[in-house]
């Protein structure tokens, strides 16, 4: 293979393909059609001497020599893209990305709507997408390039990836209006201990764990609670609790934005509850990109125009 005859948007088409494992969807993240992407991979198989992507079902899958040219493949571009937009600068008018973020529904529900008016306000060729959590592990994801930043709670982390809080974010105990076991119970006030214990409690949990940073913060008291239901999104625990006798603790911004119109009322744990700090990651490469640096904060204005303040300390502010 003669490198200087090489096309290096043959490279970006790879990489996509790794990426999206569809034709389509490749195409759709580049900006190319479907028919010229086929034809670029036509041209990386002659190049590779392998079939580098085999169809299954609706999905193209690498193979193993696609696999071990993937990452080589994801650093390359990340170092070539960085340097141009570092010579370059930065015109938001004519800046053409997709920025992926990775997080809980919680940001879906709450940040994203907000987000995304504040964007295309400013740079309307630019795209947005959130993945869930569930998605997989977040450093190396963000290693991979598959995603850009993640929104989530304390994680440990490398020493490579980038860290900014975003807010802190109490816990609040949900209740349907029509509980019977909390009348009498002023809203925004400490949720009866014995109440508390007695009834059922549903959870978020992306992995089906029925435990929590609640649940930690009972054990220290030597306490526990009954964890009978565990969902992958928040929006799901609020319509269970909703239409049910479950309680549960959520993000105190998440009860306030979904309580009214789910008939839910609010109460302060009967316990201490340690406040999570809610942080924007991302990696180190990107530190002084000049598109990463601008998305990071528009993500901190929109959380703190949402009125999710860093100092906010206590549910019944």
């Known amino acids: 293979?003669?490198?200087?005859?090489?096309?290096?948007?043959?490279?970006r088409v790879f990489d996509a393909l790794m990426r999206e494992r569809?034709?389509?969807?490749?195409?759709d993240r580049i900006g190319l059609s479907q028919p010229a992407v086929s034809a670029a991979l036509n041209r990386l198989r002659h190049i590779f001497n392998d079939s580098l992507f085999v169809r299954q079902g609706n999905e193209m899958l690498p193979t193993p020599r696609a696999a071990e040219l993937g990452e080589p493949a994801r650093l390359a571009l990340a170092e070539i893209e960085g340097m141009v937009r570092t010579v370059r600068g930065l015109e938001l008018t004519e800046l053409k990305r997709i920025f992926t973020l990775i997080g809980a529904d919680f940001f879906s529900t709450l940040l994203m709507p907000h987000l995304a008016h504040k964007i295309y306000a400013q740079a309307p060729l630019v795209k947005?997408?959130?993945?869930?959590?569930?998605?997989?592990?977040?450093?190396?994801?963000?290693?991979?390039?598959?995603?850009?930043?993640?929104?989530?709670?304390?994680?440990?982390?490398?020493?490579?990836?980038?860290?900014?809080?975003?807010?802190?974010?109490?816990?609040?105990?949900?209740?349907?209006?029509?509980n019977p076991a909390l009348d009498g119970v002023s809203e925004r006030t400490a949720m009866p201990l014995t109440v508390f214990s007695s009834l059922p409690h549903a959870i978020r949990s992306i992995d089906?764990?029925?435990?929590?940073?609640?649940?930690?913060?009972?054990?220290?008291?030597?306490?526990?609670?009954?964890?009978?239901?565990?969902?992958?999104?928040?929006?799901?625990?609020?319509?269970?609790?909703?239409?049910?006798?479950?309680?549960?603790?959520?993000?105190?911004?998440?009860?306030?934005?979904?309580?009214?119109?789910?008939?839910?009322?609010?109460?302060?744990?009967?316990?201490?509850?340690?406040?999570?700090?809610?942080?924007?990651?991302?990696?180190?490469?990107?530190?002084?990109?000049?598109?990463?640096?601008?998305?990071?904060?528009?993500?901190?204005?929109?959380?703190?125009?949402?009125?999710?303040?860093?100092?906010?300390?206590?549910?019944?502010?």
């Open 22 to 27: 569809s034709v389509t969807r490749a195409g």
């Open 128 to 178: 947005m997408r959130l993945l869930d959590s569930a998605r997989g592990d977040v450093a190396r994801l963000l290693q991979d390039n598959a995603v850009d930043m993640a929104l989530e709670r304390p994680l440990e982390m490398p020493d490579w990836i980038s860290k900014q809080l975003l807010f802190r974010s109490p816990f609040v105990i949900i209740a349907s209006a029509r």
């Open 208 to 317: 089906g764990t029925l435990s929590g940073m609640v649940d930690e913060a009972l054990a220290s008291h030597g306490l526990s609670r009954n964890v009978s239901l565990a969902l992958p999104h928040f929006h799901a625990v609020a319509l269970a609790v909703a239409q049910s006798t479950h309680i549960a603790a959520v993000p105190v911004q998440f009860a306030n934005a979904v309580g009214e119109n789910l008939g839910l009322r609010c109460f302060v744990p009967p316990i201490d509850v340690p406040v999570p700090d809610v942080n924007l990651y991302w990696h180190c490469r990107y530190d002084e990109d000049l598109a990463h640096r601008w998305m990071r904060s528009q993500i901190l204005e929109a959380t703190e125009e949402l009125n999710f303040p860093i100092a906010e300390a206590s549910a019944t502010e």
């Open 1 to 11: 293979m003669n490198f200087n005859a090489l096309d290096l948007n043959l490279i």
